[in-house]
């Protein structure tokens, strides 16, 4: 999984890595964590340019309080119309309860 908080890893050396453990068997499929609507056509290109098989998934931050994966362009990007990838690039959201505030965790009880 290429995480985007190690920006200096370039891509084209990030999905040769990749690449490598695909031929050798070692990986089936892979996926990217904390990405953003430019690192993965960043991402994609690379793929397509290096004859790598895509990712398969995406993992980040996504609840009904934090919708950045829809507003700043990244669900486009993974959609199979862009990413080139059947079925699109699947999104593995975490923080789906947003730390516990939709679930009512900090809800004050009166009594």
Known sequence: ??????PFTPFDETV??????????KIKQWGVSNENA????????????LGVQKPVTIQNDFSLLHRKFEEDGT?????PLHSGVTGGIALLAYGALA?????????????
């Open 16 to 25: 040769g890595a990749v690449g490598e453990l695909l031929k050798a068997g």
């Open 38 to 49: 430019v690192g993965i056509c960043k991402l994609l290109e690379a793929c397509e340019r």
């Open 75 to 79: 669900a486009e990007a993974c959609s």
């Open 1 to 6: 999984s290429r995480r985007s908080e190690v």
């Open 99 to 111: 730390g516990g505030t939709l679930a009512g965790k900090y809800t004050k009880v009166s009594g």
